[in-house]
């Protein structure tokens, strides 16, 4: 059945593949490094230091990776960034009396790397297989790409928590690599050569965009996801367990959910955006989103410092932010691929994921740091300030950005 399907659809479908196995384990790895280390007795902003390698490594990656994916083909970034994955995971999967924090911190960094080089390669590689008048189903396929990677990492949450308390730490890491070796052979074999290569050799000094729409949209992006890193991916899992006495698999579960549901609204994004009616969203959606965000952000933020009904707040707040953020980030994903030049695709997607890391390394150390100092409210008007400046940033998109879909 699947040998009867066109060419592109099937590297489509194994580009997935790839996308959702490496992302799995991800998400698996980051609330297992959380949770292991929290119950260690790091503090918060301790925590938030073991990702400082990972993030920063991610705005390096995306920055370079898109060069080089440009110069040798988007199926050898990609592999790589399984190889490399399987060999953090290796190195985290060592016994724990070898577990330092420069050991940690070195594996974070080239687990970051891994993870950027994947999706800049998977996001990139859309873009040469489907065609320059389809836009409509170029924002369908990046939004089904999208929002099945957030629902997967979701499910990633939920498997840190649960392998934490099965099976181990060390397990927990020696399993995951097993399973992306087998993922990264079938890849090998399977993936086209030369995906995404640009006809034109680009050189190391056009890895800055040259174009304005994405500079300016890379600038939203960086604040959007800052917005949501300074309070989710440190402060929240420590309140649950510190301030709620939430257990590791509840943490896991909790978060778990929110990331899945948020995929899923993310893969209808073309659907709530109204692009079924015939058009593609640009700056007006974007703008529109962004502001109903930030409006939801700081009635969190106020019920939280006021610690009204602190569990159901931070649930039903949550859930609504999430909508909100993964409408957000659907529309960002699409408008940075229908922006980018068809030749060398991958230079201005990668340029633009560097914000887009740029924004998770400020929001991580400010997560660890503001939720020490201040607290969980803190964090969210933080992340309020943020989008605030979002909205600002993105009133500069084109004004002609909406368009007929093809």
């Known amino acids: 059945m699947i040998q009867a399907l066109p060419q592109q659809l099937k590297q489509y479908l194994l580009v997935t593949f790839n996308y959702w196995n490496f992302t799995i384990t991800d998400g698996a790895l980051r609330m297992l490094v959380v949770l292991y280390f929290h119950q260690l007795g790091y503090s918060a902003i301790a925590i938030a230091m073991l990702f400082l390698f990972y993030e920063f490594f991610g705005v390096v990656t995306n920055l370079i990776g898109g060069w080089l994916g440009a110069r040798i083909?988007?199926?050898?970034?990609?592999?790589?960034?399984?190889?490399?994955?399987?060999?953090?995971?290796?190195?985290?999967?060592?016994?724990?009396?070898?577990?330092?924090?420069?050991?940690?911190m070195?594996?974070?960094?080239?687990?970051?790397?891994?993870?950027?080089?994947?999706?800049?390669?998977?996001?990139?590689?859309?873009?040469?297989?489907?065609?320059?008048?389809?836009?409509?189903?170029?924002?369908?396929?990046?939004?089904?790409?999208?929002?099945s990677k957030n629902a997967l990492k979701g499910f990633g949450f939920f498997l840190g928590g649960a392998l934490l308390n099965l099976i181990g730490f060390?397990?927990?890491?020696?399993?995951?690599?097993?399973?992306?070796?087998?993922?990264?052979?079938?890849?090998?074999?399977?993936?086209?050569?030369d995906l995404g290569k640009a006809k034109n050799k680009p050189k190391f000094s056009q890895i800055f965009s040259k174009s304005p729409q994405i500079n300016i949209l890379a600038a939203a992006r960086l604040f959007l996801f800052a917005?949501?890193?300074?309070?989710?991916?440190?402060?929240?899992?420590?309140?649950?367990?510190?301030?709620?006495?939430?257990?590791?698999?509840e943490t896991g579960t909790f978060m778990a959910a929110w990331v899945i549901a948020y995929g899923v609204v993310q893969g209808l994004a073309p659907k709530i955006t109204?692009?079924?009616?015939?058009?593609?969203?640009?700056?007006?959606?974007?703008?529109?989103?962004?502001?109903l965000?930030?409006?939801?952000?700081?009635?969190?933020?106020y019920?939280?410092?006021?610690?009204?009904?602190?569990?159901?707040?931070?649930?039903?707040?949550?859930?609504?932010?999430?909508?909100?953020?993964?409408?957000?980030?659907?529309?960002?994903?699409?408008?940075?691929?229908?922006?980018?030049?068809?030749?060398g695709v991958s230079m201005d997607v990668g340029?633009?994921?560097?914000?887009?890391?740029?924004?998770?390394?400020?929001?991580?150390?400010?997560?660890g740091v503001v939720f020490q100092m201040a607290g969980l409210a803190a964090c969210l008007w933080v992340s309020f300030a943020m989008l605030a400046i979002c909205c600002v940033i993105s009133v500069a998109l084109p004004k002609g950005s909406e368009g007929q879909a093809g």
């Open 73 to 104: 083909g988007l199926n050898h970034t990609m592999n790589i960034g399984l190889a490399m994955q399987i060999i953090a995971l290796l190195a985290l999967g060592l016994p724990s009396q070898y577990l330092s924090i420069p050991l940690v």
């Open 106 to 147: 070195a594996a974070q960094a080239l687990s970051g790397i891994a993870k950027d080089l994947n999706k800049m390669s998977a996001k990139s590689s859309i873009k040469g297989l489907v065609s320059g008048d389809q836009q409509h189903s170029l924002y369908k396929w990046v939004a089904i790409l999208t929002g």
């Open 170 to 193: 060390q397990l927990s890491m020696i399993a995951m690599a097993s399973v992306l070796f087998v993922v990264l052979l079938l890849s090998l074999k399977l993936l086209e050569k």
């Open 227 to 249: 917005a949501r890193d300074v309070w989710f991916v440190v402060a929240l899992p420590v309140y649950l367990g510190a301030s709620l006495n939430w257990s590791h698999i």
């Open 274 to 291: 109204g692009s079924q009616s015939g058009k593609v969203p640009g700056r007006g959606a974007a703008l529109i989103w962004a502001l």
């Open 293 to 301: 965000l930030s409006v939801i952000t700081g009635i969190l933020a």
């Open 303 to 343: 019920l939280v410092q006021l610690g009204w009904q602190p569990q159901a707040t931070i649930i039903v707040g949550l859930m609504l932010f999430g909508i909100a953020f993964a409408i957000n980030s659907s529309l960002h994903s699409y408008l940075v691929v229908s922006y980018a030049s068809e030749d």
């Open 351 to 367: 340029f633009y994921y560097m914000a887009n890391a740029m924004g998770r390394l400020v929001g991580t150390v400010l997560s």
